[in-house]
């Protein structure tokens, strides 16, 4: 399979202008002969708001909105799957045939921070829903009432004969513990992942970073070693399980406006660094990553032998080459 990650930084509510900024990235790389293309979390909207009120504006109806839309049009163009990251309103149903798990206790209507992933005839192939909410998705979302997503994923690779493939889902935080007070062994994704025999990870990410502006700014198109080493230690059971697994980290870059967790106005910075490789043996190979703060396109021919391979050490957390 040929693999594609977009990564570049979403203006925080400016939907028209970062879906033009995305399809001029996409013109500027002109993937050829892509079967999958992955954006990150939040991609046309950005991530970081405040409350409800604030990302009310944005939200989008299931499978159904402008980020959905132009999933289909673009799956179509390339010939590929893709999938892209979006804040959900779930509209009530009919009386007669309500679904609690898409009302808040008082009756309305309520949001998740979800991805859609669609085929080049325009059928939703996976709706996923993020099942760890971090502190800034917990003021407007809600956890997905259904938990991860595994399921088979139908590719026609222009070199190769069709094939299913069973895949992940996962958005973000839920790499991480639940709330972050979930034992760090369970790691519940990774597991999840192992147990259902996936052969592939989609992940769309937002993931922060503690690095400044300035440092960020220097070091543009080397990635966050830092970063990568913890997602890899987050996959441990899939590292050393005797099976490979392909993994998609499609992170965002740049910075928004907003405030940390202890309500102290900051900008937040993202981490970028999304990369492509494959997980298993006690082994990382990685065919492709990105800058921590570069806009473009990356590709992976998963066919082809990965650039780097790194080994997984003795502390869950670190990587060694």
């Known amino acids: 399979m040929r693999i594609a990650c977009l ?13 033009a900024r995305v399809n001029a990235l996409l013109e500027a ?24 009120s604030s990302i009310l504006p944005h939200l989008e109806p299931t499978a159904s909105g402008p980020s959905t839309n132009w999933a289909r049009a673009t799956a179509s163009r390339l010939n590929c799957i893709v999938t892209v990251g979006y804040p959900e309103l779930c509209t009530p149903p009919p009386a007669s045939s309500t679904k609690t798990q898409d009302l808040s206790p008082a009756g309305e209507a309520i949001a998740y921070n979800s991805t859609v992933t669609v085929s ?9 829903r993020k099942t760890h909410l971090y502190y800034t998705d917990e003021t407007w979302a809600q956890e997905s009432p259904s938990g991860w997503l595994s399921t088979s994923l139908t590719f026609a690779p222009k070199t190769c004969p069709e094939r299913g493939v069973r895949a992940n889902f996962g958005i973000c935080m839920d790499l991480n513990p639940h709330k972050f007070e979930a034992p760090w062994e369970a790691y519940e994704f990774a597991s999840h992942a192992l147990a259902s025999g996936s052969e592939l990870l989609v992940l769309s990410m937002a993931w922060l970073t503690g690095l400044d502006a300035l440092e960020l700014a220097a070091h543009a198109e080397e990635p966050d070693l830092s970063t990568l080493s913890y997602w890899v230690g987050r996959l441990k059971p899939l590292v050393e399980a005797e099976k490979e697994v392909i993994a998609v980290f499609g992170n965002r870059c740049g910075q928004e406006a907003g405030k940390n967790p202890l309500g102290i106005e900051e900008g937040v ?53």
């Open 120 to 128: 080049p005839t325009s059928q939703i192939l996976a709706h996923y």
């Open 269 to 321: 910075r993202y981490a970028g660094s999304s990369w492509i490789g494959k997980v298993g043996n006690g082994v990382v190979k990685i065919w492709d990553i990105m800058g921590r703060a570069e806009e473009g396109v990356v590709v992976a021919d998963t066919e082809k032998e990965p650039k780097w391979a790194l080994r997984l050490q003795s502390r869950d957390k670190e990587l060694a080459e």
């Open 7 to 19: 990564q570049f930084n979403p203006e925080l509510g400016r939907l028209p202008e970062n879906i």
């Open 29 to 52: 790389a002109s993937p050829q002969n892509i079967d999958l293309l992955v954006l990150p979390e939040l991609a046309f909207t950005g991530y970081n708001y405040p409350s409800f």
